[in-house]
């Protein structure tokens, strides 16, 4: 089916779902779509490593169970339909409205929780949407959407509401980007740009390049065992996923033995080189590592790990562009770095990140609220992860008050327009009704200039 026709049943579809779906009718066709991805979690898990030969089968699993039942768990309840809010003081009336037909681009990372998400942000604000998959991930994506649509249709949902491109190309997707009403674009940056020069509204993602800092006085066990985890969840294919932990020199001993004792392989100055030219080409990362294990990268690199290894960790030689480890690597490696200060640890995360990944996660594992709150004004993240894994909670959790989502928000630092998770709110146009109040009190110029 050609785009124009794919948008032209889009529109149709939406409009008449937007008349006759109520607030209590959409929530139901919601709920569905997400525990339609829940139970065919291991189904759809199978079919995207077999696909995309990245990643880890039981990670994926997880993912799709967890994303799934997290989406729908904050959109529960929220009303995204008509009169959202009456202000008793202004009388101001905000009333919700659809967009239209959103064009949902994915990525190969993450085939079906992206799809799935948008797909669920667009039903809950009573948009079309139509998918756009990765190339390479199309057969994956399109099993998700046909099994959302599928579960859907007995709730009477008009046809064409929900779309897939079964066979995208790069001319498709740019297609349908300039055809339709708002772009949300999850995936690389030349994706990305491309979806902000559609000349369409556009909400996209920046890169990740996830620096941790880890303060003094914590259990380092704990910090180590969350870090890793983050680190080697999917193989390290995460965008929000943790890249490099920073830690005191005088914790140094203490917190190589915690990373080593959780599965970290800490590699020698002498096979230095050679995992970082195992990852690197150019400066730019080697596409056969991306997603894959710590074995394969360590074969591709000619040094031996143990067979229990979770995660190589590269001790930096430079901090930003003066050493290639600090840049993002879609894999299960991380840089360490050492500091003589807090402030010099804010220094080093700053500087990796205005190399790559401004403006999109960062973490802190620390019992101290003043040196959390410092890193949080200093840092330019739209995200500062405490405590937790940063790949598995900077996506939303039900514990952390952040949006459930697959597209993370990086702000003008990352070149988005956004600064947080995005989610169905920002499929709503918003009209707002604005009398005249008696109740304010109109102050005289006296009293305005006063201090």
């Known amino acids: 089916m050609e785009i124009k026709e794919m948008v032209e049943r889009a529109r149709k579809a939406q409009v008449i779902y937007d008349e006759r779906f109520d607030q209590e009718r959409v929530d139901q066709v919601i709920k569905v779509a997400a525990r339609t991805i829940f139970d065919h979690a291991e189904e759809l898990a199978r079919l995207t490593i077999d696909e995309t030969q990245m990643g880890v089968y039981e990670d994926k699993v997880a993912k799709n169970r967890n994303k799934s039942k997290g989406v729908w768990y904050n959109l529960k309840g929220k009303k995204s339909m008509g009169i959202l809010s009456i202000d008793e003081r202004t009388n101001l009336i905000e009333i919700a409205k659809p967009i239209g037909v959103v064009a949902g681009i994915t990525p190969m990372t993450n085939p079906v929780v992206t799809p799935m998400s ?67 674009a999850t995936g690389g940056m030349p994706m990305v740009k491309s979806a902000y020069s559609s000349g369409k509204p556009s909400f996209g993602v920046g890169a990740g390049n996830v620096q941790v800092i880890l303060d003094r006085f914590i259990d380092f066990d704990v910090a180590a065992e969350k870090v890793i985890t ?85 001790e930096a030689h430079g901090i930003g562009r ?37 403006g999109h996660t960062a973490g802190i594992h620390s019992n101290n609220q003043a040196n959390i709150i410092k890193a949080g004004i200093e840092l330019s993240v739209s995200r500062l992860i405490v405590n937790a894994p940063c790949a598995t909670t900077a996506g939303g959790s039900i514990q952390n008050g952040l949006p459930v989502t697959n597209t993370l928000g990086c702000g003008s630092w990352g070149n988005n327009s956004i600064s947080e998770n995005f989610t169905y709110k920002h499929l709503l146009n918003i009209t ?9 009190h109109v102050p005289s110029d006296a009293e305005i200039w006063e201090l």
């Open 230 to 314: 983050g680190r080697s969840f999917d193989n390290g294919i995460i965008c929000s996923g943790e890249q490099s932990f920073i830690y005191h020199k005088d914790d140094k001993q203490e917190v190589m033995d915690a990373f080593r004792r959780h599965g970290a392989y800490i590699v020698s100055e002498e096979d230095r080189d050679k995992v970082v030219n195992a990852l690197f080409e150019d400066g730019h990362i080697y596409r056969d590592i991306v997603g894959q294990s710590v074995q394969t990268i360590a074969s591709k690199a000619g040094i031996f790990v143990p067979g229990n290894t979770r995660v190589l960790v590269v």
């Open 432 to 440: 707002r009704i604005a009398p005249l109040s008696a109740r304010i």
């Open 118 to 184: 948008k797909i669920i942000f667009a039903l809950k604000t009573k948009n079309a949407i139509i998918i756009a998959p990765h190339p390479k991930a199309k057969q994956c994506s399109s099993a998700a959407v046909k099994l959302i649509i599928e579960a859907i249709a007995p709730f009477e949902v008009p046809e064409g509401l929900v779309q897939v491109i079964e066979e995208p190309t790069i001319e498709k997707t740019c297609e349908l980007m300039e055809a339709c009403d708002v772009v949300v």
């Open 322 to 358: 003066d050493d290639l480890i600090c840049k993002e690597k879609m894999c299960p490696v991380m840089a360490a770095f050492s500091y003589d200060n807090f402030d010099e640890a804010i220094k080093i995360a700053k500087t990796n990140l205005f190399m790559e990944g401004n």
